[in-house]
């Protein structure tokens, strides 16, 4: 199977442009998670969706920040304007959840530089 | 405070040690602890997850979990120069969201 695929890889854009990071989750996952992470703040979850809905996105740091899930195959994350302090890893995990054990499993990550 | 607490290390162990990485919570509404492995420039990847009372063995690696000291800890037995890795616990929520430590640096040294 497939795990959690994600693109770009890695990014190097310049201050104040738009960044759009995309995910396709594991196929019947019907949870999906992005999370940050950086040397100072370890990682950080910004945004949950559980099937395609937004749950909690009280980790989400400013409105520059958006997440969206229109299916359940796909979600992205933009920031816009970006700035260097976004510089992170971002990744993006999804899980089935059940009652115990919910699992996650982690894409292989964006590598994001904003100079 | 952190929900999920680790000393970041890093914890230094002779290859063939068993090493001890430890991990406290705050929130007692968490059910289950997750230890994920992370090597440098990877992704976190699962080793096991644990949600009752006591010890559960997979291999060279025990988890073991007590709720009245909100304390998780992961054995790794003989352990390996293969083994140097970032050491993430993990805590779920009420909401199933997944609650992680800072992580601790496991050096093997051979």
């Known amino acids: 199977d497939a795990g959690v695929i994600q693109s770009p890889r890695h990014e190097v854009t310049e201050m104040g442009q738009e960044v759009t990071l995309r995910c396709k989750p594991i196929?019947?996952?019907?949870?999906l998670f992005w999370y940050r992470q950086t040397m100072m703040r370890g990682l950080e979850l910004l945004i949950y969706f559980n099937n395609n809905v937004p749950i909690d996105d009280s980790g989400m740091p400013e409105d520059r920040f958006s997440a969206k899930m229109p299916n359940a195959s796909f979600s992205t994350l933009k920031i816009q304007p970006s700035e260097p302090r976004d510089s992170a890893v971002y990744f993006c995990a999804s899980s089935l959840i059940r009652t115990s054990g919910n699992t996650i499993y982690f894409g292989e990550g964006s590598w994001l530089t904003v100079v | 405070q952190k929900e999920v607490e680790q000393n970041s290390g890093p914890l230094s162990v002779p290859e063939g040690a068993i090493a001890s990485l430890n991990c406290t919570y705050s929130d007692r509404g968490s059910q289950s602890f997750f230890w994920y492995r992370q090597y440098s420039g990877k992704s976190p990847e699962l080793i096991m997850f644990i949600y009752s009372n006591g010890d559960k063995e997979d291999g060279r690696f025990t988890a073991q979990l007590n709720k009245a000291s909100q304390y998780v800890s992961l054995l790794i037995r003989d352990s390996q120069p293969s083994d140097s890795a970032t050491y993430l616990c993990a805590g779920n929520n009420a909401g199933n969201m997944l609650t992680f430590g800072g992580g601790t640096r496991l050096m093997v040294k051979p």
């Open positions: 196929s019947g996952h019907n949870s």
